[in-house]
């Protein structure tokens, strides 16, 4: 049976996912999350720096970290221990802790950055009144982890997400607290933003004794 002519150019079209990763990109594991702030620190990347640690502590979608704003982090001349923002994709509002790694690290750059409570914490460098752009956060990401030696078609913004989430899942178990942490409204995002297999579901099984 003959192909005809529309079907013979489809047939010499490269395939879309040629030579790319697809699915889910990998969490950082603990290790690379200290080679990484090593590879900042030596670089004295301040403001890289903080927004590595907020992205890891903060769970969120990358349109939602570049929108944050001084006031949300910020009370009393302090970083918050805890701060809420609102999802762009969802509508809702989500928590996240802040740690003294990225307390310590945020306050550095905000102390350079100066500014106020209305400002975006990562300014754009083409326009100081709006935020750092999505593209220039994962243009950034890959610069990150190609610095520490890791494959930068294997991480994304998406990784840094994931990463504390899974840490957190492999640790405990418990899928319903990472579910809220990640600000899902179905636990069916949250199976599939973790990755989970049936291999993570047996493994727990296996620590499970009654």
């Known amino acids: 049976m003959e192909m ?3 079907e013979l ?7 879309w996912n040629a030579g790319r990763t697809v699915g889910a990109k990998r969490a950082l594991k603990p290790k690379q999350i200290w080679e990484i702030r090593f590879y900042l620190n030596q670089r004295r990347r301040l403001r890289d720096r903080a927004l590595f640690d907020l992205a890891i502590d903060s769970k969120l979608r990358g349109c939602d970290l570049v929108q944050i704003k001084i006031g949300d982090l910020v009370s009393g ?5 805890r701060a809420i923002v609102m999802q762009q994709k969802t509508g809702r509002p ?15 750059w905000l102390e350079r950055r100066g500014g106020t409570m209305d400002d975006y914490v990562f300014p754009s460098r083409v326009d100081h009144n709006w935020h750092l752009s999505t593209r220039q956060y994962a243009r950034l990401v890959d610069e990150w982890v190609t610095g520490v030696g890791l ?8 990784s840094l997400r994931r990463t504390k989430a899974s840490i957190i899942y492999r640790a405990t178990g418990n899928l319903r607290a990472v579910q809220i942490l990640l600000g899902h409204s179905k636990i069916e995002n949250t199976v599939r933003d973790l990755g ?6 047996l493994a727990l099984a296996e620590n499970t004794e009654i």
């Not at 150019?9 to 395939?15: D, N």
């Not at 989500?94 to 550095?108: G, T």
């Not at 494959?151 to 998406?158: I, L, V």
């Open 94 to 108: 989500v928590q996240f802790e802040l740690l003294p790694d990225a307390r310590a690290s945020l306050l550095a």
């Open 77 to 81: 001349g302090q970083i918050r221990t």
């Open 4 to 6: 005809s002519d529309a």
């Open 9 to 15: 150019t489809a047939s010499k079209r490269p395939v």
């Open 151 to 158: 494959m930068r078609s294997e991480y994304g913004t998406h």
């Open 196 to 201: 989970i297999d049936v291999e993570d579901a």
